[in-house]
């Protein structure tokens, strides 16, 4: 038996939310043979084990079936969305896949879940995320700070409102630069926020 590690696959980001189709779970179960098992994440993410020297090859036939592959682990996971219940335009979806495309995959000090929603509904729950963006009409919010697990669950707090579509990505990726950057070891972000407060993360960010 060789080395196996682990990879995260997820549908792409699109109107109705995490859809798979029978070919796509056809591919991931060939790949990794009726022994083994699919295991799905809370960031919406099912985790593969595949063996090491064939990771080029297998990440491509996933790819080729419409699914996106990243890391597993330490890393900021991909974007966690809404269905897009009003629509592709309305609710964002290009700028949720930017979003995707910017952060999915930096290694940081504890995983972290970005979530997006295209509408005040909040379907995708981003208050509960380490960092949620909130489409409101035509501009964006963002919290920090969300904590979904524990006796001591906590919603995230707004850090800034009404940017513009351009802005968005700017700040999230200064937001997890600044942690990677400042976290106490294996600090959790909502733990670190709470260390640096909101006042100090406004000012650092000249918000």
């Known amino acids: 038996m060789g080395e ?5 696959v997820t549908s792409a980001i699109q109107v109705g939310g995490s859809l798979f ?3 796509q779970l056809a591919t991931m179960a060939t790949i990794i043979g009726e022994d083994a098992v699919i295991e799905m994440t809370p960031f919406k993410q099912l985790y593969l084990e595949i063996p090491l020297e064939r990771r080029e090859v297998i990440v491509e036939e996933l790819q080729r079936s419409g699914l996106e592959v990243y890391p597993a682990g ?3 996971k991909s974007l966690i969305v809404c269905n ?3 629509g592709a335009e309305e609710a964002g979806l290009e700028t949720a896949k930017e979003i995707n495309n910017a ?3 930096i290694e940081t000090p504890t995983p972290v879940k970005v979530g997006y929603a295209g509408c ?4 995708s729950e981003p208050l509960l995320k380490d960092i949620g963006v909130v489409k409101m009409r035509d501009s964006f919010d963002i919290y920090v700070g969300g904590e979904a697990k524990g006796l001591k669950a906590s919603l995230a707090k707004l850090l800034v409102s009404g940017l513009s579509e351009d802005q968005v990505v700017p700040v999230i990726t200064k937001l997890i630069t600044f942690y990677k ?3 106490k070891g294996k600090e959790k972000f909502s733990k670190f926020i709470e260390r640096i407060t909101l006042d100090q993360l406004k000012k ?3 918000i």
């Not at 005040?120 to 379907?123: E, K, S």
């Open 21 to 23: 189709t029978p070919e």
């Open 103 to 105: 952060i999915a995959g």
């Open 204 to 206: 650092l960010f000249e």
């Open 4 to 8: 196996k590690m682990k990879i995260a």
């Open 84 to 86: 897009f219940c009003k």
């Open 181 to 183: 950057t400042s976290a």
């Open 74 to 76: 330490f890393v900021t």
């Open 120 to 123: 005040a509904l909040g379907t």
